[in-house]
């Protein structure tokens, strides 16, 4: 059972944002630090990528571990209440992933997940820069 009033609860998940979030201006900040230039929520792209590098043909999604369901992650947990709705939601929100994923990559682009978890630890979200532009050097 729902500890808070369904009012209470619309009204909380309201102020959930869905760009400018913390862990996608962790990354931005990174990436711009270190001198990559990009563009955000592009509209003429399938699904208004968060970041879009035009110059390296890169973008980069920065997922929530809940809403995206990681996989494995401690954060992708399923709420007690309301089990179906919650499954539903989720199960829409991979398959909706899944088909802007794809048709980013049919148009050409090269496309990369971080994760909020990723974003927790600075050097290893480092590391995960590194490894999308093929780099060797050091952040």
Not at 1 to 7: I, K
Not at 9 to 29: L, Q
Not at 88 to 105: G, H, M, Q, S, T
Request: proline share 4%.
């Amino acid at each position: 059972m729902d500890s808070l009033s369904s009012e209470k609860r619309s009204f909380n998940m309201s102020r959930i944002r869905s760009r400018d979030t913390k862990p996608e201006i962790i990354v931005r900040s990174l990436l711009h630090f270190k001198g990559y230039r990009f563009r955000l929520h592009r509209k003429d792209l399938p699904g208004n990528p968060d970041i879009v590098l035009p110059r390296y043909n890169k973008i980069i999604l920065v997922h929530g571990c809940f809403w995206h369901r990681h996989s494995g992650c401690r954060f992708a947990y399923v709420p007690k209440s309301r089990v179906d709705f919650w499954q539903k939601k989720f199960k829409n929100n991979v398959r909706r992933d899944e088909e802007v994923k794809r048709a980013l990559i049919e148009l050409g682009w090269e496309v990369h997940v971080i994760w909020e978890c990723e974003t927790k630890s600075e050097s290893n979200l480092k590391k995960r820069i590194i490894n999308i532009f093929d780099s060797i050097e050091t952040l």
